[in-house]
C-alpha cells in the first residue's frame, strides 16, 4: 500500500487555490498514525483517504473540507425540515443543498413569513416555490393513481412517478419506448409534471465468480471490500457493505439482497455462503446471508463464522489497495448532497444526491423510500457502502449503466442520453426494519 502523507499535503494545498488483500499485505493505516496535520485543514478533511479526495475533486471539484461542510449542512437542513414540515406545513417547499452547496428551503404562498423567518434564524436560504411539500406530495399520489389506471402495456414502462424537489415540480420517470406519455398527463397535473426518458433501471447484477479456490488470509474485512455469494447453484461477487453489530451485539455485515443467488435459503442450514476474494479467487468462507430481502427494501444481513467475526470488528470503508474511512453515524438523504459510494469494481465515485423518498422501480421489484444519486456503479459494486461525509447514507441497489462495462462519460451518454444514475436504499430504513441492529462507528 503506498504512503499518501505527502500526496495529500500537495492535494489539499491545491484544493486552497475492491479487494480484501491478502495477509501478506499492509494493513491499512491507523488514520493520523504518521502525525501532523496539514496546515488550513480541519483535522477531520486531514483523515480522508487519499482515494476518496481524488474521486471529491475528479467528480464534484470539492476540497475536503468542502465536502465534509456541505455534508453537515444537508444533515442540519434534513433536522429543519422534520421540524418545518410539521409547524408549517401550507408554507413548507422542501430542502436541498443547491448547485453552489448552499442549504435552500422553499417558501411557498403568501402566509410563508414565518417560516421565511425561522429559516433565516438557523442560517439557510429561503427561496419563493409556487407549490408546498405537502402539495407535491398529493400530486405525486394523483399521478401514481393514474399510472395505475394505464393500459399494462404503458404501465409497465413507467420507472416511478418522484418528487423534484429543487424544480418544485414531480417527475415521471419512464423508458424511451413511452414518449408519447406526456399526452396522457392528465390536464390538471400537466403544469406540475414532467415525463423524463431514459433506460430502464437493472440490478447491479452481481458478476459471476470463477470455480479457482485459493487458501489466503486477511486482516480485516471492510466495507467495499469484494465478496463471493456461492448458493443454488450460483456464484456472484459482490461487495460488503457496512459492518454493524445485532442485538446480542455479535458482528454482522450489512449488504444488498440481490446479491444472494439464493434468498429464499437465508437463516436456513442451506443458506448462500459469503467467502472472501482476492483477483478472481475465491477464499475462505466469512459467513452466510442470514436475511435477505428483495422487496420494499433491498439489503441482506450476513452472519460470519466464527472464526470470520473478528474480521468485521471495525466500522471503516475502503477501495482495493486503500486507507480505509470510518464511519462515525448515519445520515438522511437530502436533495444536492454530495455522496460517495465504495466498489470493488470501481472503486470511489462521488455525486450528489439527486432524489429522496422515491419508490424505485428495479424490474419486478420496487424499493420503497430509495434514493438515487448521478454517480456510475458497474456489476460487482452491489451492495457496497454510499456515504456522506463520514456518514453512512446507504446500500447499493441499482444503476442504468450497470450492463455497460464502463463509466466512460462518453459511453454512458450514448446509452442513457444523460448521465449515470445509481440507486439505494437507505442505511435508516435497514436499521429501522431490524430492531437492535446498530452500524458500527468505533
Known amino acids: 500500500m503506498r504512503s499518501s502523507l505527502a500526496r495529500r499535503a500537495v492535494v489539499f494545498g491545491s484544493a486552497a487555490l475492491l479487494l480484501v488483500t491478502p495477509a501478506v499485505a499492509q494493513a491499512s493505516p491507523e488514520p493520523g498514525a504518521a502525525g501532523g496535520s496539514t496546515p488550513g485543514v480541519s483535522d477531520q478533511a486531514a483523515h480522508l483517504p487519499i482515494e476518496l ?9 470539492l476540497s475536503p473540507d468542502q465536502y465534509l461542510q456541505q455534508s453537515e449542512a444537508a444533515q442540519k437542513l434534513a433536522e429543519f425540515a422534520a421540524m418545518a414540515g410539521v409547524q408549517f406545513p401550507e408554507a413548507f417547499g422542501g430542502t436541498w443543498l443547491d448547485a453552489a452547496g448552499t442549504p435552500v428551503v422553499g417558501v411557498a404562498g403568501p402566509d410563508g413569513a414565518a417560516l421565511r423567518d425561522a429559516v433565516t434564524n438557523a442560517g439557510f436560504t429561503p427561496t419563493d416555490v409556487q407549490r408546498s411539500s405537502q402539495r407535491l406530495d398529493a400530486d405525486r399520489t394523483a399521478l401514481t393513481d393514474w399510472v395505475a389506471t394505464l393500459p399494462p402495456e404503458i404501465a409497465k414502462l413507467v420507472h416511478g412517478v418522484t418528487v423534484d424537489i429543487a424544480n418544485n415540480s414531480i417527475v415521471v420517470g419512464a423508458e424511451n419506448a413511452a414518449g408519447s406519455l406526456v399526452d396522457l398527463l392528465p390536464p390538471a397535473l400537466r403544469e406540475a409534471a414532467r415525463v423524463i426518458l431514459g433506460p430502464a433501471l437493472a440490478p447491479l447484477v452481481p458478476t459471476t465468480t470463477g470455480e479457482e479456490v485459493a487458501q489466503f488470509g486477511t486482516d480485516a474485512l471492510l466495507g467495499g471490500d469484494p465478496y463471493a455469494a456461492n ?12 459492518n454493524a453489530v445485532d442485538q446480542a451485539g455479535a458482528s454482522v455485515n450489512i449488504s444488498a439482497g440481490h446479491c444472494d443467488p439464493s434468498p429464499a435459503s437465508a437463516g436456513t442450514p442451506y443458506a ?5 476474494m482476492v483477483g478472481n479467487l475465491t477464499g475462505p468462507a466469512i459467513g452466510t446471508f442470514e436475511k435477505t430481502n428483495l422487496q420494499g427494501l433491498d439489503y441482506s444481513i450476513i452472519r460470519p463464522t466464527a472464526e470470520a467475526a473478528r474480521l468485521l470488528s ?26 460517495c459510494k465504495a466498489g470493488n469494481t470501481t472503486g470511489y465515485s462521488c455525486g450528489v444526491v439527486t432524489s429522496v423518498n422515491r419508490n424505485i422501480k428495479v424490474g419486478d421489484r420496487v424499493i420503497d423510500n430509495g434514493f438515487t444519486t448521478d454517480m456510475c456503479g458497474l456489476r460487482g459494486d452491489s451492495g457496497g457502502p454510499i456515504v456522506t461525509g463520514t456518514l453512512a447514507l446507504g446500500i447499493s441497489s441499482a444503476s442504468n449503466v450497470g450492463g455497460i462495462g464502463t463509466c466512460d462519460a462518453a459511453a454512458v451518454a450514448q446509452v442513457t442520453g444523460g448521465g449515470p444514475t445509481l440507486s439505494a436504499t437507505p442505511i435508516k430504513s435497514i436499521l429501522g426494519a431490524n430492531p437492535g441492529l446498530a452500524l458500527r462507528t468505533s
Open 272 to 276: 448462500s455462503q459469503a467467502r472472501a
Open 231 to 242: 448458493g443454488g447453484g450460483m456464484g456472484l461477487r459482490c461487495s460488503l457493505g457496512f
Open 314 to 339: 471495525n466500522n471503516q470503508v475502503r477501495v482495493p489497495n486503500a486507507e480505509a474511512l470510518r464511519i462515525s453515524g448515519t445520515a438522511n438523504p437530502v436533495v444536492g448532497a454530495p455522496a
Open 53 to 61: 479526495i481524488d474521486a471529491l475533486q475528479r467528480d464534484l471539484k
